[in-house]
């Protein structure tokens, strides 16, 4: 590896906080960022966020805030998560930044100016409610409403003029799209006639974007505008020495739904305003959640806090990269990461701290003893040492991150398996000579080990290298110095007690079909009488939709009846009916406590109506 890397994510739309799949290509970019950075090159990280378009707009208009507002709101929980996974990006850019806006309308002027844009009108069936046009067969679902037959006037790219040069492009650049499956994926998709790209949005049905420079009337594509950041970032038309050195990039890191963007809009585009294409896009594939896809309406969407909260942010990196085969999806289990955990991280590579760690302080004084001459035994050590340190530069390089790890950790397994064998423990009776050069050739394979996993774990590799004392990045065997004193350290990955995490997550998770079965309604209450011979009990009468239903509750210490009628609560609808005091109750309400400091769990009647689900 040498000069420089340049590597970019797809930029985040803000619609959303974040989530594991946005966390993945991140770290993702990070680990190899790091991996070059560690090989002596000049790297540039970029990450940053979509904030324009229909999906923003939408998402700001139901918080009820300007769009501007709500990217400025969401900016800075990307930005959190970021500093807590631990990225070290060079820059991150918003598509709101005006160096950015620059950019994309200096593109399309060129664009336009070169011929490959055109008006022209477009006739369809679109949907006002989803305020976009839809196919004859979308319409025939019956899931869209308010469609109408509409006549707009638009731009469109000449995208066709570029389809044969893409292809050749393609096919004499065997790295441009990888996986090859992903390759074959494009290439079968280009052999139908290329359509032209309507690139414009008449404002009058969205403004939250762009303005074009020839005709104001109308804001950009959102995707015309997202896939240009790449560019803008470098200092295009701003410094050209930087955006010379940067451009073009190393890899596009992308997920396998925003292909046909990356591999087909963008290098055509990039083929008009005449500048060189991207070196790679590689996709990788998705996180599942078990067998189902991970989706906010499916409620099974993984927060990434929640883990590096629970477990460190370490594990969760290591996690995330040994359990995707780069280009395929892979399946996110709670499970499998505590088996990961345990395997990997307690007992392989921790283990080996703390054994090497212990031994050397009871018997040599914590100094770490002299290698002296080396058997077969530390020649194998050495050997596999020097094979896996060439073998990781080169999978890293093919993005074989999961296969740089396994062999990473079988290396260290090895060496636990060498402690074993030569046990220094006993050793040490008879020759601490011999017991030392143990010793030293394990803490050598440990600092080795070490800095290989340091891109992927660069916060607990850091306490390995602080009790070796170690403080240059050197791969070569024998960088260990005899003679320092070991320092203390914490338990590198405490193991995960499996038994207690069982019931701890039993008290803690239940599935959403599990929130489902509680049926929880909005209820507006209509009446309130007290229970006969009871002072804490109220009967009331709640309209939920359509249903009256009668409920009793122990409110009546907290609550005055004039308090509750008219009131929008929240019922747990779906539970068998009971009698109470000889009084029949079918539900409960929702509320913070059962005694002690009760409130109920008061709606915003103005803003939904009764008999609503409550998710
Ligand atoms: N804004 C566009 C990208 C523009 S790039 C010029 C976009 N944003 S996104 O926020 O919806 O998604 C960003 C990335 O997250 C995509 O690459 C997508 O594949 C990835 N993922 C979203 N959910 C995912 C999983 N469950 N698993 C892995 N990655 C997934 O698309």
């Known amino acids: 590896m040498a000069g420089k890397f340049y590597i970019t994510t797809p930029i985040y739309y803000v619609n959303d906080k974040p989530h594991i799949g946005h966390a993945y290509t991140t770290i993702l970019a990070d680990v190899l960022a790091r991996y070059h950075r560690a090989a002596g090159e000049d790297v540039f990280y970029l990450t940053g966020l979509d904030e324009h378009g229909q999906k923003v707009q939408q998402a700001a208009e139901e918080r009820g805030v300007d769009p501007k507002q709500h990217c400025d709101d969401m900016a800075p929980q990307f930005l959190e998560l970021w500093e807590k996974l631990h990225i070290q990006n060079d820059d991150f850019i918003r598509t709101t930044e005006g160096r950015h806006v620059k950019v994309v309308q200096d593109i399309l002027q060129t664009v336009y100016d070169a011929g490959d844009i055109y008006e022209d009108e477009y006739e369809g069936l679109y949907s006002v ?317 440990l600092r080795i080990g070490t800095l290989l996993l340091e891109p992927v774990m660069p916060h607990r590799t850091e306490i390995v290298l602080e009790t070796l004392s170690v403080s240059k990045r050197e791969l070569n065997w024998g960088g260990l110095n005899a003679g320092i004193k070991l320092k203390q350290h914490p338990p590198l990955f405490p193991r995960i007690d499996v038994k207690k995490e069982k019931i701890e997550k039993k008290e803690k998770f239940i599935d959403y079909e599990d929130v489902e079965k509680l049926g929880l309604k909005t209820a507006e209450i209509l009446a309130v009488k007290k229970v006969e011979g009871s002072d804490k009990l109220y009967k009331l009468q709640v309209k939920m939709g359509n249903e009256e239903r009668q409920i009793v509750s122990g409110i009546a210490d907290h609550y005055t009846s004039e308090e509750l009628i008219g009131k929008m609560v929240v019922v747990v609808s779906n539970l068998e009916s009971a009698t109470i005091r000889g009084v029949e109750s079918k539900g409960m309400l929702l509320a913070t406590s059962r005694k002690k400091d009760l409130s109920l769990i008061i709606v915003d009647g103005d803003k939904v109506a009764s008999g609503k689900k409550v998710y």
Request: aromatic content about 12%.
């Open 129 to 445: 409610s989803e305020e976009r046009f839809i196919t004859e067969k979308e319409a025939e679902s019956g899931d869209f409403r308010d469609i109408k037959k509409l006549k707009e006037k638009n731009y469109f790219f000449k995208m066709s003029s570029y389809q044969q040069a893409l292809i050749e492009h393609i096919n004499n650049n065997p790295n441009f799209i990888q996986p090859e499956h992903r390759k074959n994926e494009v290439l079968g998709f280009l052999r139908k006639p290329l359509g032209d790209l309507c690139i414009s949005r008449p404002k009058s049905r969205l403004n939250w974007g762009i303005d074009l420079p020839f005709d104001t009337n109308y804001v950009t594509y959102v995707w015309f505008d997202a896939l240009i950041n790449y560019v803008t970032a470098t200092g295009f038309r701003v410094d050209n020495d930087s955006y010379t050195k940067w451009w073009p990039v190393d890899y596009h890191l992308i997920g396998k739904d925003i292909l046909t963007t990356h591999a087909v809009y963008w290098p055509t585009m990039l083929l008009s305003a005449k500048m060189p294409l991207p070196k790679s896009i590689f996709a990788h594939g998705w996180w599942l959640m078990g067998e189902s896809k991970m989706s906010k309406s499916l409620g099974n969407v993984v927060d990434p806090l929640d883990l590096i909260e629970e477990y460190g942010v370490d594990p969760v990196r290591y996690y995330l990269m040994r359990e995707m085969v780069l280009g395929q999806d892979a399946s996110f289990t709670m499970e499998s990461f505590i088996r990961r955990y345990n395997s990997d991280l307690a007992n392989d590579f921790g283990n080996l701290l703390s054994r090497v760690s212990k031994l050397i302080e009871k018997n040599f004084d914590s100094v770490v003893p002299e290698p002296g001459e080396n058997t077969d035994a530390e020649n194998l050590i050495q050997n596999a040492a020097e094979k896996v340190v060439e073998s990781i530069h080169k999978l890293i390089e093919e993005m074989k991150i999961h296969d740089a790890l396994e062999e990473t950790l079988q290396f260290i397994r090895g060496v636990n398996k060498y402690m074993e064998q030569q046990a220094p423990w006993k050793l040490v009776k008879e020759d601490k000579s011999a017991a030392g050069r143990v010793l030293y050739t394990a803490a050598e394979a």
